[in-house]
């Protein structure tokens, strides 16, 4: 018997059989739909928390000045660095000299203090941040009106801010049209200063519901201006936030700013500038996520396992059945090796048509699960290739006993069987 004969005798048993050949194959298409789905929305998770990750610049090279061989890696960020090791607006411009056009900007934040707004008769509070234009352009607001302040304001010390919404809200009836060019009076403990709003900004808006976003009242003002501002008005910068100008090139400016680093801070005995190496605990986390979306997968294809036991016991109960017609096909000449073919690719079409339709039922659920994050992800061609070829596994090994009990029947007990 060839293959062609071994399936159509197999499609013929199975539409002989409709309603059992349906329930058999729910076991297998559940546990392939199973599966793909959990693959999908695996592969979807990752493909959103990269793009947020890349939104919020966490895949920027990040510069921090820290003591030299403290013994700890992680006591930098709790360190009092002198004003003397801090990185210098001068030390910024080498540096962007040095690494050239190869980025989108050097975000610079002097720290963050809580301040008093005031505007005729409102007064509130809000975050007043001491920033340069990259920072500000790197946090990838959308302007509702007006622009971000420029090196041209800094370097001329101009006292100019950039509000959040919830300032317009506050202060300008949410028109952000009608705040351009008014003043704001910022009070931080007793430093007072008017800032001439230049541009305002809208609500950050994020595609995936597994990033909360932040919403409080900001004002961002040139680095400048702490020094008018603030009690205590920082010298330079502790830390660095550069962005290449694509994804790929991340890791040569890390290089590049590593070389720079170690100039930079050579004659320093006490600090250097550390590039922190973000995007491996990127990779590690979309590692760890790949592992948890297989060891689930690995979980649903138990269901798969029963399925295929459900298959080997509808198939002895087919080989029962049609005892009589094994005994007939014997009797006329058909071999063992016949037999027992004739029902093992009656098994493997079983499982191989239910893990097509579980294909089709699990990239339909992970395709609407990974739209409802905000991305549209396809099943991985892998998981549809292993899923298949698992399924075609199951129905060879459940259904090769029964195939076997088949072939090894005595022709004339099969004849007299009723």
Known sequence: MDARDAIGLAATSLRANKLRS??????VIIGIAAVVAIMSLGKGMQQQLQSDFEQFGLNDVNVQVKARDTGDENTWYYEDIPDSALITPDMVDQLRGYI?????????????????LTRGLNEGRAGVEFVNADYVEMQRHTMTAG???NEDDISADRAVAVISPEVVDTYFNGDPAS??????????????????VVGTYGRAETSSPLVMMPEDAVVYV?????????????????????????????????????????????????????????????????????????????????????????????????????????????ALGATRRAVRTQFVTEAMMICLLGGALGVLLGAGVGMAGTAAMGVTVLP???????????????????????????????PIEALRYE
């Open 22 to 27: 349906v329930l058999t194959l729910l076991g």
């Open 100 to 116: 050239g056009g190869q980025i989108q900007g050097i975000a610079l934040d002097a720290g963050r203090e809580t301040g008093k």
């Open 147 to 149: 622009r971000i302040f």
């Open 179 to 196: 705040a351009i060019g008014a003043n704001l009076d910022i009070d931080i403990d007793g430093r007072f200063g008017s800032f001439q």
């Open 222 to 330: 040139p680095y400048t201006a702490q020094a008018r501002l603030s009690a205590n008005p920082v010298q330079g910068f502790r830390g660095l936030q550069i962005r290449a100008l694509t994804p790929e090139g991340t890791a040569e400016v890390a290089q590049d700013v590593a070389t720079w680093s170690s100039q930079a801070y050579l004659d320093d005995p006490d600090y250097e500038a550390q590039v922190l190496d973000t995007k491996s605990e990127i990779d590690q986390v979309n590692q760890t996520m790949g592992m948890i979306s297989l060891v689930i997968s690995a979980i649903g294809g138990i269901s798969l396992l029963v399925g295929g036991i459900g298959v080997m016991n509808i198939m002895l109960v087919s080989v029962t059945e049609r005892t009589r017609e094994i005994g007939v096909r014997m």
């Open 380 to 410: 991985p061609v892998t998981a549809i290739v292993v899923a298949l070829l698992f399924s075609l596994a199951i129905g060879l090994f459940f259904g090769w006993y029964p195939a076997n009990r088949a072939a090894k029947m005595n």
